[in-house]
């Protein structure tokens, strides 16, 4: 497709579990990035990715969050033991390079139980 | 990053122009005003940016004064669907992260 997708769009697990949320950026955009959204409040930085490695990963709350991106391409954001307060929607967007303006994704709505 | 401050919430007439005003006193000289919006229940969507001189493109137009202290970003024709929430957002030229506030919620009324 042409934009930025985000699977699931809607992921409701148990506190505790272990959940990994899937993007797939527009081809050939090199940079992707990952934010977390809040009720009410705009998007956080969480992790910057130019090509397959972490250029910038300050934004992740705590060492229960994790992103790859081992290809290049397809981008995990991996949680662990979650938590009530990890509910949010948590965005992908991509850019063709850190200059330009992002495409983002329509998000995946994580909620903890 | 410098900070942003704009209104909480704005309405603007179906047809009429919106402006929405945004306050970024403490932008520095290599920095940019980005504009986004988002509309309820998608991601956020890239609007228009400039550094000093006004711009225009198929979507708005961002008018940056003289001191860049402020912008407003202009939507010549509102319609029903550019109700969203937009964010003005200043950052630097190699900074690859946007930090969002809370943004302008903008309600287009019929």
């Known amino acids: 497709g042409a934009g930025v997708s985000q699977t699931p769009s809607n992921k409701v697990t148990e506190k505790g579990k272990y959940v990994e949320l899937r993007c797939d950026p527009i081809?050939?955009?090199?940079?992707l990035y990952w934010y977390r959204q809040s009720l009410g409040q705009g998007p956080e930085f969480l992790i910057y990715f130019q090509g397959t490695g972490a250029a910038d990963d300050s934004g992740l709350p705590n060492d229960r969050f994790f992103a790859v991106r081992p290809e290049g391409s397809v981008s995990t954001l991996k949680i662990q033991r979650t938590e009530r307060g990890d509910s949010a929607v948590y965005l992908c967007?991509?850019?063709?390079?850190?200059?330009?303006?992002?495409?983002f994704g329509s998000g995946t709505r994580l909620t903890v139980v | 990053d410098a900070k942003t401050t704009q209104p909480p919430s704005m309405d603007c007439a179906e047809g009429r122009a919106a402006n929405l005003p945004c306050n970024h006193s403490t932008i520095s000289g290599n920095e940019y005003v980005y504009w986004y919006r988002q509309i309820h229940s998608q991601g956020p969507q890239y609007i228009i940016h400039g550094l000093k001189n006004n711009e225009t493109n198929e979507m708005a137009s961002l008018i940056i004064t003289e001191d860049r202290k402020s912008s407003t970003l202009i939507l010549p024709h509102a319609t029903l669907r550019d109700t969203a929430v937009y964010y003005c957002i200043v950052s630097g030229a190699g900074s690859y992260q946007l930090t969002f506030g809370k943004g302008t919620k903008l309600s287009v009324i019929p």
């Open positions: 081809s050939g955009h090199t940079a």
């Open positions: 967007a991509s850019s063709p390079d850190r200059f330009y303006g992002y495409t």
